[in-house]
């Protein structure tokens, strides 16, 4: 699962951005910086991560990394299941990246915690299916194959939760323009009106303002 992290980060970009200013524009612009400073902090996380052996020898040897991996049928279709070498790996790899989730958990759980339940999920699922691969019930290829399938889940559980978000920002921000909207128009129709009239021969003209 972990390797669709900077994916699911990025559905954050989809905020609305609001033409006029209203507390939901204000509320959007403060997500926003969330994200962008959440998502900086994430990427400088995984690019660390490489830093260590034990990451690297992971993503060449167990876990896809992302699509367009080069060894990616390779992992996908391996018989092979933990050995003790690969294990000590493999848990370094898991330690390093526990630090990326709790970046994405803390800026997730900033903009709402809606957006972080899809990630909880995934987690779950995913830190079951290395339960089951440190124990070697399950193959290389079989824990890459059941992580795709969770990695499809959360693309939906997410990308619902994220116009969820987007969708009530949005009716929040059409409220407020109706209501200053309103509030003009009374205005308009309850100011002092003037009105100004003159007599030219037997006609009375009258102007209003």
């Known amino acids: 699962m972990e390797r669709i992290i900077t994916y699911f980060m990025m559905f954050?970009?989809?905020l609305l951005v609001f033409g006029c200013a209203t507390q939901a524009q204000q509320r959007a612009q403060a997500t926003q910086q969330i994200i962008d400073d959440g998502l900086e902090k994430y990427r400088i996380c995984k690019k660390d991560m490489k830093f260590?052996?034990?990451?690297?020898?992971?993503?060449q040897e167990i876990v896809v990394e992302h699509n367009n991996s080069s060894n990616k049928y390779n992992l996908l279709a391996s018989t092979q299941k933990l050995n003790n070498d690969m294990k000590v790996h493999f848990i370094?790899?898991?330690d390093e990246n526990a630090k990326c989730r709790a970046i994405f958990s803390e800026t997730a759980s900033k903009v709402h915690p809606s957006l972080l339940l899809p990630?909880?999920?995934?987690w779950r699922f995913s830190d079951n299916l290395y339960g089951k691969f440190l124990a070697s019930e399950i193959t290389i290829g079989e824990l890459n194959r059941q992580l795709g399938v969770a990695s499809n889940e959360f693309d939906k559980e997410f990308s619902n939760a994220v116009n969820n978000f987007n969708a009530a920002l949005a009716s929040d921000h059409y409220r407020e323009i109706q209501s200053m909207q309103q509030a003009a128009?009374?205005?308009q129709n309850n100011r002092p009106r003037n009105t100004n009239?003159?007599?030219t021969g037997n006609f009375l003209n009258c102007t209003s303002y």
Do not use: Q
């Open 119 to 122: 990630a909880i999920n995934a």
């Open 197 to 199: 009239c003159n007599m």
């Open 92 to 94: 370094n790899y898991l």
């Open 185 to 187: 128009t009374a205005l």
């Open 52 to 59: 260590n052996p034990s990451v690297e020898y992971v993503l």
């Open 12 to 14: 954050f970009i989809s």
